[in-house]
């Protein structure tokens, strides 16, 4: 099925840019290897445009525009966004699915996602009009006092490649809900559908300047933006190394910043599970989005040990493996020949060091062509490593013997046991009984070198949100501190 690529620019100002330097990056589909198009590759200059661009639309018309308006006025863009991209959420699925290589049924379900987030935060911007102003109460009847919620600002969103559009979609939404102008700088393995992004934005006539979008290299263009001095804050999701690299350079200039950077989480199964739904969950957990999930359980901490490791063979050896557009796909393809050797450099690592491959580890006999795998410090593949274990204390030290913190999954019909392990695990998100469900109205987010911060829901706003206390003393009376040199 043959899909023509979008030729776009930079997207600056409200309008196609073509880049300073007039350079662009191939794009290539992991599936078939094959270049299918280009994207733009911005610059230091390009950014100084972008960053100007988003600075002015926060003053324009003294704010009334953007930054000052209602959050009715901002609910309706982003409500005018979510309608267009449900209309054409066909296209943007399929232009996700060659871009990245996630099956087509995943990228139809993000798409849908990515226009309910949308939807919600314009519900939180309609909301936000009316916690202006909240109440302080004070110990003192001199005095009275408020809270304003204000937009940060400009603000620089740095998004992955293996939810290209819904993650940048989860900062995007909840930045112009607040009143911030953004610039969103996307993966270069995965920007098609961003690009799209801003096509729809100026279909709906959003104000020019409050969503900028630049594709390009990290060190070339995203480098240039953390760095930027007229950028207030900083949303990064991405490797562990990248985030260290944005937190000093923010802290050059003491900018606030959240980091999404991944993990190695874990998922412990206990013996009085049923195996059938314990295994779907346990390869849901670690093999959706093709294995590249930055909060994917690809540790497994087990108790049952061969009766269920078989079990969990036989359910990935019926995955269907095959271009992300065919019929039936739940594993499509690594998204770039970079990230396939890199997996592949770990299976073979693992073999050496006494591991055993139970099922997978190469390429599929029937894929000749794409950076495809068979399912088998962070490895962002269809890989699970399985360990056991003899008591719950020894799985809780399993589960924690990690330096990231995002997700963590327990599996057991016990439910106080299931609560036990709630509480013990270090980890910013628990599931229960699943693996990878995430919904808009909660929060995400992890601890310890997963980063800090979190994203959707209303914490999702309050991200991108400046408290300002407001307070005025009421009294007729003087305050009566120093002498009055009247009264000399």
Known sequence: MSIPIPH???FIDGDWK??????RIPIINPSTQHIIGDIPAATKEDVDLAVAAAKAALSRNKGADWASASGSVRARYLRAIAAKITEKKPELAKLEAIDCGKPLDEAAWDIDD?????EFYADL????DAQQKAHVSLPMDTFKSYVLKEPIGVVALITPWNYPLLMATWKVAPALAAGCAAILKPSELASVTCLELAEICKEVGLPPG???ILTGLGPEAGAPLAAHPDVDKIAFTGSSATGSKIMTAAAQLIKPVSLELGGKSPIIVFEDVDLDKAAEWTIFGCFWTNGQICSATSRLIESIATEFLNRIVKWVKNIKI???????CRLGPIVSEGQYEKILKFISNAKSEGATILTGGSRPEHLKKGFFVDQLEEVFGPVLCVKTFSTEEEAIDLA??????????VISNDLERCERITKAFKAGIVWINCSQPCFTQAPWGGIKRSGFGRELGEWGLDNYLSVKQVTQYISDEPWGWYQSPSRL
């Open 125 to 128: 911007a309609e909301k936000l």
């Open 114 to 118: 990515v226009a309910g987030c949308f």
């Open 210 to 212: 409050v969503l900028n």
């Open 400 to 409: 924690n013997d990690t330096v990231y913190g995002l997700g963590s999954a």
């Open 18 to 23: 073509v880049p300073v330097l007039k350079n």
């Open 8 to 10: 776009r620019q930079l």
């Open 322 to 328: 095959s271009d992300p557009l065919e019929e039936g």
